[in-house]
């Protein structure tokens, strides 16, 4: 009777399992099987604005990861050691991103450094800057969304290197930047690889906040997201949202699993 | 190369005051957690800065609040292996060891230092593949490798078991004579304190008690406190009765006994002393040997046998009204008998008995005590 009790949870268990997977697992099928079933799918993949979309989501991507690893780092690993009040609420500022709705954060951006924003204006009156509905802006918008998932894993990299190996490090005559090279890199290796591709996905995929602070110019602020989005609102634009949605899907698949080796390649040779 | 430290420091509530200095020698800092040694370290070291004081290794001032001389860790030298050794686990023993090491003939050097801490056929491996005595060797092989000669060593076998113990120390022994280093070693073990110590620091509370050569400390501590943490087991309240040619007459618990005057200390006639004596240093006598009315012997009964194997420890109830802890080693307790008798005579040899001075600090640490006064 024990074995039968024991049983049946385990059976139940399985069952949510297989729905919870199903779930997650059919919309990928569903995408795959209208791609490949429906005709024009591949001249979606290879028009103009397939390609515009697609070339400026990977270097705009690729610039905003480069940013927020570059500015991320030193704050991160700062904001680890250092001990002043109002601290938490720092922290809970930078994090913040990650919870806000993308469209507040378009709009954010805009009031901010809009034409009219707060540091717009003066860019736009003094300098003749404008930021809003520019490749800077969905740069700008990528960072804003991404940066705070990297800068969030780089702090818990950081924090799990035991603050020993630093202080033996400099008793072994070992400089601060060295210490860092040499020792909390490499730890927190594997911490920032991870945070880095979350950002970079992140950023690849920003829709809202880039929709409303940088527009939806093709060639200049159209990111894939948004050109999966403007063909999907034209009549009968499913078969090209389709076709847009897996190439930025095999697209991130194939940079993740290149970012992936490339980590933990690094972290074996560190 | 020598060690010259002086430091004041308050870190919240602890308050820190220290002074001492070493050679060519292995001092101890012996003291239960919390006493204040490895921030003594820590301070030699430079990962933490004193308010006030004076640290000079080999010469060079690393600290100096008066002038402002404040060298960061990187550019003091001294090798500092740490409690938990910290060894950098994604770095292989060869390149843990190579860490601090710079300049020509690093690759000869790198093995020279290996080959003299055994660790040669291990060079490749990560720290985490090493038993427990190869990553202590490991530790010490990375601080030795920046070939500082003052070493720095914060309870370095204490995660050992003790036959390893036994041979890590015999090797420190061994490398403080051949390299002609100066060593630090904090400790809060009695034994290991007594075994490499040359000259001994005892710290409590953030106080260095007393600073000495090994003997001298364990032999005639400096006040009430240092002879608990080291171990004296019988420490009695008394009063001066007779202080003649270097022989005091003290009273204690009605009974009159006789000790040499301590050395550099002449106490008055009526002053309050403490008198340590260790249990191993108290002779039993058959009650009917001796008349218990002579000095330096007491009438006691057993009340507690505590048998260790090699050792027993008897407690006395006795006739200063205080318990007695006498350690007799096996043999001699069987040939007495001390089974099968509970009342005995106790002689307190006046060469064994130690007088001390009743000081405030040692008044404030007397209640840790097992005989309390």
């Not at chain 1, 507040?104 to 736009?124: E, H, M, S, Y």
């Not at chain 1, 033996?168 to 890199?185: K, M, N, Q, Y």
């Not at chain 2, 073990?189 to 509370?205: G, I, P, Q, S, W």
């Not at chain 2, 007779?242 to 106490?267: C, F, K, Q, Y």
Request: hydrophobic content about 50%; aromatic content about 6%.
């Amino acid at each position: 009777m024990t074995a039968l009790r024991a049983r049946a949870p385990h059976a139940g268990l399985a069952l949510l399992i297989a729905v919870f997977a199903l779930f997650f697992v059919l919309p990928f099928a569903g995408l795959l099987e209208r791609g490949i079933g429906g005709s024009g799918t591949w001249d979606a993949i290879t028009s103009d604005t397939a390609l515009d979309a697609l070339t400026l989501s990977l270097w705009t991507s690729a610039v905003a990861l480069v940013i927020a690893v570059v500015a991320g780092t030193p704050v991160a690993y700062w904001l680890t050691h250092a001990r002043f009040p109002g601290k938490g609420a720092v922290e809970a500022l930078i994090d913040l991103p990650i919870v806000l709705p993308p469209t507040i954060a378009g709009v954010a951006l805009l009031t901010a450094f809009g034409r009219k924003g707060l540091l717009g204006a003066p860019l736009d009156d003094w300098f003749g800057l404008t930021l809003g509905f520019s490749t800077v802006a969905v740069i700008m918008a990528q960072l804003f969304v991404g940066a705070p998932f990297y800068v969030r894993a780089a702090r818990a990299g950081f924090a799990s290197v035991d603050a020993q190996y630093e202080r033996v490090a400099h008793t072994l005559g070992a400089s601060r930047l060295r210490a860092f090279a040499r020792i909390v890199l490499p730890l927190s290796w594997p911490s920032l690889a991870a945070g880095a591709a979350l950002c970079w996905a992140r950023a690849l995929g920003e829709l809202g906040a880039t929709l409303i602070f940088a527009g939806n110019l093709q060639g200049e602020t159209q990111t894939m997201p948004l050109a999966i989005l403007s063909a999907f609102e034209r009549a009968d634009g499913l078969t090209a949202a389709v076709a847009l949605a897996i190439l930025l899907l095999a697209v991130a698949l194939v940079a993740l699993a290149a970012f992936w080796l490339l980590s933990t390649r690094g972290r074996g040779t560190a | 190369m020598t060690l010259e430290f002086a430091a004041r420091t308050e870190l919240g509530d602890f308050s820190y005051d220290a002074r001492f200095e070493a050679g060519n020698e292995i001092v101890v800092l012996f003291g239960h957690s919390g006493a204040g040694k490895s921030l003594t370290l820590q301070l030699i070291a430079g990962l933490l800065q004193p308010d006030e004081g004076r640290i000079v290794i080999g010469g060079e001032p690393v600290f100096d609040a008066d002038s402002g001389v404040n060298l960061p860790p990187q550019e003091r030298r001294i090798g500092y292996v740490v409690q938990d050794l910290a060894l950098f686990p994604h770095m292989t023993v060869a390149e843990n060891v190579g860490f601090g090491m710079t300049g020509e003939g690093r690759e000869r050097r790198l093995g020279e230092v290996l080959d003299l801490m055994h660790l040669g056929e291990f060079r490749d491996r990560k720290p985490r593949s090493l038993s427990g005595g190869q990553q202590q060797r490991a530790a010490l092989a990375r601080a030795l490798a920046r070939e500082a000669s003052l070493l720095l060593l914060d309870e370095p076998f204490s995660a050992l078991d003790e036959s390893l113990r036994v041979e890590l120390r015999r090797e420190l022994i061994r490398l403080r004579s051949e390299l002609d280093l100066s060593v630090i070693f904090v400790t809060h073990d009695l034994r290991e304190a007594h075994l490499v110590a040359d000259r001994l620091a005892v710290f409590d509370a953030g106080r260095l008690l007393q600073f000495d050569g090994r003997e001298r400390v364990f032999r005639a501590p400096a006040n009430r406190r240092v002879a608990e943490l080291t171990g004296v087991a019988n420490i009695l309240r008394g009063r001066v009765e007779a202080a003649g040619d270097g022989i005091l007459t003290v009273e204690a618990g009605g009974a009159s006994l006789r000790a040499p005057v301590p050395n550099g200390w002449r106490p008055a006639e009526g002053e309050a002393v403490d008198i340590a004596i260790r249990a191993e240093r108290v002779n039993l006598r058959r009650l009917d040997a001796d008349d218990p009315g002579q000095p330096n012997l007491l009438r006691g009964t057993i009340r507690e046998e505590l048998a260790y194997g090699a050792t027993h420890t008897l407690r006395f109830e006795s006739a200063l009204g205080e318990t007695v802890e006498v350690e007799i080693a096996a043999r001699p307790y069987e040939v007495l008998g001390v089974a099968g008798q509970k009342s005995w005579t106790l002689e307190l040899p006046p060469e064994d008995l130690h007088v001390m001075a009743v000081s405030s600090d040692a008044a404030a640490g007397s209640s840790a005590s097992a005989t309390t006064a």
